[in-house]
């Protein structure tokens, strides 16, 4: 089905009860998510990460064209804020909830680059793209639901070209503000999920085959991990 900013529906029917709770919670969510709270503490610094090291591996490569991939896009927030970079060739969203993509469509439908948008319903264990598919994989704020997080990098890493860049931004729970804000409080609100600490998330993405990884802590109150890695 396709639709505003090249929507795609490539989703898996059937879904047990567990995937149809995040789903729904995320449905729910959709129409007020870009007022949330959590955007000056926690949404738009890893927006704004993940430009810069988007920039700063750009000027490393020469400023080629790029093909990245959003997954866990959410409204589509990330893709516009990079849909005006004349080096963005192709930005793909991929999201599991039917309502955070109707509403990114919306968004991103009207703008004038709405033509290098897609939008995807997908699953990110299972990313229905064929190998070496994007330059730049994204991921912020949405790994700490995937229930296999092996898997799920493992499947960033089959999409990626040589040389390209992965970009996963998720709560640092590390620390004491961090563990009381994410292994208590989200998960508590949420259920089901899983802030992968510092040394796990290297362990994973350098199983995964990646060349490079560095990590970064961002914030305070809402303590952010960043991980860049290199495939």
């Known amino acids: 089905m396709t639709g505003p900013a090249g929507t795609e529906v490539r989703g898996r029917g059937g879904l047990p009860e567990s995937d149809q709770g995040v789903r729904r919670h995320f449905d729910r ?4 998510y870009d007022r949330s709270w959590l955007n000056e503490l926690a949404f738009l610094p890893a927006l704004r ?3 810069e090291e988007i920039i700063r591996w750009q000027t490393w490569r020469g400023w080629r064209p790029f093909r990245l991939l959003d997954v866990g896009c959410g409204t589509g927030r990330l893709l516009e804020r990079l849909s005006g970079q004349p080096d963005a060739e192709l930005l793909v ?3 599991y909830s039917p309502a955070m993509i109707q509403r990114a ?3 991103l439908g009207p703008l004038r680059s709405a033509k290098k948008l897609r939008l995807v319903l997908g699953d990110a264990h299972r990313l229905p793209f064929a190998e070496q598919s994007f330059d730049v994989v994204t991921c912020c704020h949405s790994f700490h639901h995937y229930p296999n997080q092996a898997q799920v990098i493992a499947g960033f890493a089959r999409v990626l070209r040589p040389g390209g860049l992965l ?3 998720d709560g640092f729970r590390d620390n004491v503000i961090g563990w009381v804000v994410f292994d208590v409080g989200v998960a508590t609100i949420e259920r089901n999920v899983h802030h992968a600490s510092w040394s796990e998330l290297r362990r994973l993405i350098s199983a995964a085959g990646f060349a490079s990884l560095r990590q970064r ?3 305070v109150l809402a303590p952010l991990l960043v991980n860049i890695a290199i495939r």
């Open 29 to 32: 969510w959709a129409r007020s």
């Open 49 to 51: 990460v993940c430009q």
């Open 93 to 95: 969203g991929l999201d």
């Open 105 to 107: 469509a919306q968004k």
């Open 167 to 169: 970009l996963i931004v």
């Open 217 to 219: 802590k961002l914030n």
